[in-house]
């Protein structure tokens, strides 16, 4: 399997189980279900570990017993722990309001902000995932582009920010105008360098964007039980395909290679995408992230 290299946050969330739709103006009930493991970093860096990667994480925690219980958790399921900096004062927290139907609603209550390293762009990696907006990330990012497969979820927004091979983003963070040409957008963010550009759907799917083609998979059917990891999965997912995937070339369109057999032609994009849907489809049905077992089982399908 390959090296991969994870980069964004890691969080102490607070999961509160609503029993009722979340209201404005209104007393709502509910019940705790006590802390787990979060932030997109750490939602991602899990399942890839699971499937049998070996997953380095670069983030921050605080130097309190909830950054020590981060650090911990992380590394007692197989993730490298060694980048993650601790900085004084608390770790990132969240609250997560979960409504009956699975939908859930994200507070963040503090964020512990540390400076992205130069190892993204020095340790090595068949593949790197960069989800979080610090914008000091963009030159590293653009050391990788020759060695590394580069995935990037936006936002942000900003020209010429994330440079990278794939970007993957949710299609309700975008507006109307920005959508009318998702591949003209995806250019602006990532540059000469992007071969495609992922759009999560929901229930609708997923859609991927090229230059050339447009390449659309419907949702896997998934009773929804918490929605709260179903896009960090999905990446997770998508990039355990596209790293593993065996490069299919074609004289009019060669397939350029990465780590160890991933490919970006559109046969091996339209087979990540199908796989990528069911790893997000088992996070909707599962309180928090799948379990290793069902991960180690969607990695042997894609």
């Known amino acids: ?109 503090h964020r512990c902000r540390g400076i992205v390293s130069e190892k993204l762009g020095t340790l090595p990696a068949g593949a790197v995932y960069v989800r979080g907006r610090e914008l000091q990330a963009t030159s590293f990012l653009r050391q990788r582009l020759s060695t590394s497969l580069v995935v990037c979820h936006v936002p942000p927004v900003v020209p010429d920010s994330r440079p990278a091979h794939v970007l993957v983003a949710s299609e309700s963070d975008f507006e109307k105008t920005e959508l009318a040409d998702p591949w003209g957008m995806g250019s602006v963010i990532a540059g000469g360098s992007l071969r495609w550009i992922v759009l999560t759907r929901g229930a609708a799917g997923a859609v991927a964007y090229s230059r050339e083609k447009r390449i659309e998979v419907p949702a896997r059917a998934a009773r929804s039980v918490d929605s709260t990891a179903a896009g960090d999965v999905f990446a997770a997912g998508l990039i355990h395909a596209l790293i593993t995937a065996p490069p299919v070339a074609s004289p009019s369109e060669p397939s350029p290679v990465f780590g160890p057999g991933g490919a970006l032609d559109p046969a091996s994009m339209e087979r990540a995408l199908r796989a990528a849907n069911a790893w997000g489809a088992a996070a909707v049905e599962a309180p928090g992230l799948p379990d290793r077992a069902t991960i180690a089982r969607l990695s042997t399908e894609s």
Request: charged share 20%; net charge negative.
């Open 1 to 109: 399997m390959a090296r991969i290299l994870v980069a964004g946050s890691i969080s102490v969330d607070e999961v509160i189980n609503l029993r009722g739709p979340l209201l404005r103006g209104t007393h709502l009930e509910g019940s705790a279900s006590g802390r787990r493991l979060g932030g997109g970093a750490a939602n991602t860096a899990l399942p890839l570990a699971w499937a049998g990667h070996a997953v380095t994480l670069l983030s921050s925690a605080g130097t309190g017993p909830e950054g020590d219980w981060l650090v911990g958790e992380l590394r007692s399921a197989g993730i490298e722990t060694l980048e993650i900096e601790r900085i004084d004062g608390p770790s990132t927290r969240s609250l997560i309001f979960i409504e009956p139907d699975g939908e859930r609603t994200v507070v963040n209550v």
